[in-house]
């Protein structure tokens, strides 16, 4: 049920089994999951209200210190996370795939890699996490070959590997596909514009949470706490904690350490020889027929040979006919929340808006010259797998909120094994593509330059080649890092906080290690675990 402003007077207490704070997929999906059970009362505390309101967005303002300022100031703390009922959904463009089996294990060559859970250990719930996201069966590997267009097949590219993404298309928004469902739910209680404010420990136990609403602030207890916030939210959540207990025991130094996102740049660029046109269209969406009409996209991985022999991680790589991803994923969604909801700098807000018209404008004239021209180009985009790096972080500032809270600042950063992985990678495309006869490729200027000069060049240096070109898509990772070991993990297996005994985390910030591939499926799926580790304590 949905509890509104007149049921939370000034006394207000609320009881639960599990108090889930914050309702995006992550939440969401534990919630719906647990409910099930109809013995277990549900407490879910949400910051954002049904719809956009650009007073709780307010709530997600920020600071980013190295990368995530572009496509504009502060895009990756304040722009790319929605305080809204659904969350992020809100705003997603359905994606949808599951980590490799490798990526949970250790790899020698990167430090800090492996999970300790397999993929097996997942697989079972990867396979349930497909309906909850509106995809069809869980095939992401060649057997899709049988479904695809004849023309296609596997092996283009032969030092590369051929993976696949399904869409739900929209994409799903788990605010509209849940509503319905947590209104008629007698046993979960959804509160919303309740921010989390502070937690309560007495000994090894949260003992309840403090919320805000309207200046006025309200208590939660329950038996079982989980942080369902993102994984900026979660840390600052944290750290927050930290700050204002300085003596206590959950003093986890990791807190907010080893962020990552998926780095986006469009590395270079092609025309198709001999009207190879068949290889584009392997490499563009198919909708499936058989496979619930849901839409598929081939992209090509560095095989696991190249990484292990290059000292590398992996990265994706997608061929589209026009340079527009950038615009599609980062530019529309700043218009759509920097209109709504913050006070710009409009000076800079313009400048940033002509050149985007200028892209907008280059892009459609080119799609429209691709069409009649008979040597068809493409653009290269490609995704690194960021390897795990402490000092990546996030870590709050001295500036309050208007709660009192510490507000964060995103120092994401990237080592030079990222920008290797990037240039070999860019060298192994151009290399198949022209061994084929398939197509010329060419770099991007900032390739040329890391291509023309020493890898061992200072990270300053690398990075300021990279600041222009490289984006975030709201894929905020490993703030809260899954392990066995504390001295390098926040949460276990089970996703519970080391040092307390009630306390879990949901979402991606528990990914120690995050592969190519976007990230919603597997925290759908490890909300579902969650749900059955939850159950089995209740
Ligand atoms: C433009 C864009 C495109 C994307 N496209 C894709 C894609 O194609 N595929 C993919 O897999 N992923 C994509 N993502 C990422 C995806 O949206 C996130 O992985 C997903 O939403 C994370 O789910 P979550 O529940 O962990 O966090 P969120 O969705 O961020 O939800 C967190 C919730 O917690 C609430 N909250 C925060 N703080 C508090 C507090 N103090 N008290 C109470 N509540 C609080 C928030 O209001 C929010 O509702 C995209 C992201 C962006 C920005």
Request: contains cysteine; proline residues 3%; positive net charge.
């Amino acid at each position: 049920m949905i509890i509104e402003t007149s049921q939370q007077n000034e006394s207000f207490i609320d009881h639960a089994d599990v108090c889930i704070i914050g309702a995006g997929p992550a939440g969401i999906t534990l919630a719906q999951k647990l409910s099930r059970n109809d013995n277990i009362k549900i407490s879910i505390i949400e910051s954002g209200d049904l719809s956009f309101n650009s007073e709780s967005q307010k709530l997600n303002l920020g600071e980013c210190l190295e990368f995530g300022n572009y496509p504009h100031q502060n895009y990756s703390i304040s722009h790319a996370r929605i305080r809204q009922f659904g969350g992020t959904s809100n705003v997603w463009a359905g994606w949808s795939g599951p980590l490799e089996q490798d990526d949970f294990n250790e790899r020698p060559w990167i430090e800090e890699t492996g999970w300790p859970i397999s993929y097996q250990d997942l697989e079972p719930f990867y396979k349930k996490s497909q309906s909850i996201l509106n995809l069809s069966k869980f095939i992401y590997d060649k057997s899709i070959y049988d479904y695809y267009p004849k023309a296609c097949s596997n092996d283009y590219l032969k030092d590369f590997k051929n993976v696949f993404w399904q869409f739900s298309e929209p994409p799903i928004k788990f605010n509209h596909k849940y509503f319905q469902f947590f209104k008629n739910k007698k046993n979960i209680k959804l509160f919303l514009q309740n921010t989390v404010t502070d937690l309560i420990k007495d000994k090894n136990q949260i003992t309840e949470v403090v919320c805000i609403k309207n200046s006025v602030k309200f208590k939660f207890k329950s038996k079982i706490f989980v942080l369902a916030c993102g994984a900026i939210e979660n840390a600052a959540i944290l750290l927050n904690f930290q700050k204002k207990n300085p003596g206590d025991k959950f003093n986890n130094f990791n807190v907010g350490k080893y962020f990552m996102e998926h780095p986006h740049c469009t590395i270079g660029y092609g025309f198709i020889k001999n009207n190879n046109n068949k290889f584009l269209s392997c490499y563009s969406k198919n909708k499936i027929k058989k496979l619930d009409n849901v839409k598929f996209l081939s992209g090509i991985v560095l095989s696991d040979k190249t990484q292990k022999e290059n000292r590398i991680t992996n990265c994706v790589s997608i061929f589209l006919p026009n340079n527009f991803l950038e615009i599609q994923s980062a530019v529309i969604l700043r218009y759509n929340l920097a209109l709504r909801a913050f006070n710009l700098n409009f000076i800079s807000f313009f400048i940033q808006l002509l050149k985007d018209i200028k892209k907008i404008y280059l892009s459609a004239f080119e799609i429209l010259k691709n069409f009649i021209s008979k040597r068809k180009k493409f653009y290269i985009i490609s995704r690194i797998e960021q390897v795990p790096n402490k000092n990546s972080r996030v870590y709050l500032s001295n500036t309050k909120n208007k709660y009192g809270n510490f507000l964060p600042i995103l120092d994401w950063q990237m080592k030079k094994q990222d920008l290797k992985t990037l240039l070999i990678n860019f060298n192994e495309i151009k290399l198949n593509l022209e061994k084929k006869n398939i197509a010329d490729v060419y770099p991007f200027d900032f390739i040329k330059k890391i291509q023309n000069e020493k890898i061992d060049k200072t990270k300053d240096e690398w990075d300021k080649n990279l600041k222009k070109e490289v984006f975030g898509v709201g894929h905020h990772m490993g703030t809260t890092r899954m392990g066995e070991d504390k001295n390098i993990s926040v949460v276990n297996s089970n996703l519970k906080v080391h040092e307390i005994d009630n306390l879990y985390c949901a979402g991606s910030s528990v990914f120690p290690t995050c592969g190519y591939i976007n990230p919603t499926l597997t925290i759908v799926a490890l909300s579902l675990r969650l749900a059955e580790h939850l159950e089995s304590k209740i």
